[in-house]
């Protein structure tokens, strides 16, 4: 699978796909997004003052063309950017497994591969579950992704989902996990709010940093 498949993330759209189309242009929603020194309650409130989706329309995957269905309570998202074929990225949730939201955002400063480290790894990598945040892991397959890509959330929009929110911009994905109050922005580079990076990440990790 890893042969035919590029791991690349949360860029635009696979052709077999548009989103709901919008006209609004509700000044709320234009308000400019929290830079890197924003408090998470800042972060929250913007993300809160985006457009409501309903998350049943981020259910829909597309596998190289075939459309599929997530499981109950899944969704699937990415920002309305441009995918090239065969590229898998945005973010996916599995609640069955209790995994953390896992997102591919194409980040420009994935961190390397730690020494002496043997697997496959995915520098790009970003796993969010509120308590931490980690970049970069052993991942043999797409592993939730190989259920396809979801659908575009268009600029301005929120999606909300178990105990996370997301919202897209032009900056990217901003997600908090309310249970912690953390929040991430995923687009070419990370920004964790809420949370400090940790000096020494764990082995297999490349990056991480520990929340609220």
Known sequence: MLALIVLVAGCGAHRQQAPPTSTSTDTTTSQAAPGPQASVESVIRWIEAGDPVDAENFRTVDQDGTPGRLAEGDVAFRAPRELG???VGGCITQVKYQEPLSC?????????????????????????????????????????????????????????????????????????????????????????????????????????????
């Open 85 to 87: 074929p065969r590229v």
């Open 104 to 212: 591919l955002p194409g980040l420009r400063n994935a961190p390397s591969r730690p020494p002496e480290l043997p697997g496959q790894w995915i520098g790009g990598w970003v796993s969010f579950d509120g308590a931490t945040v980690t970049v970069g892991g052993l991942h043999g397959d797409p592993g939730p992704f190989i259920q396809g890509v979801g659908l575009p959330l268009e600029y301005g929009k929120r999606l909300k989902f178990g105990d996370y929110q997301c919202r897209s911009d032009q900056m990217g994905l901003y997600c908090v996990n309310y249970p912690h109050r953390s929040a991430v922005r995923l687009g070419d580079e990370l920004v964790a709010f809420g949370c400090t990076k940790r000096a020494n990440p764990p082995r297999g990790i490349g990056v991480q940093y520990d929340c609220a």
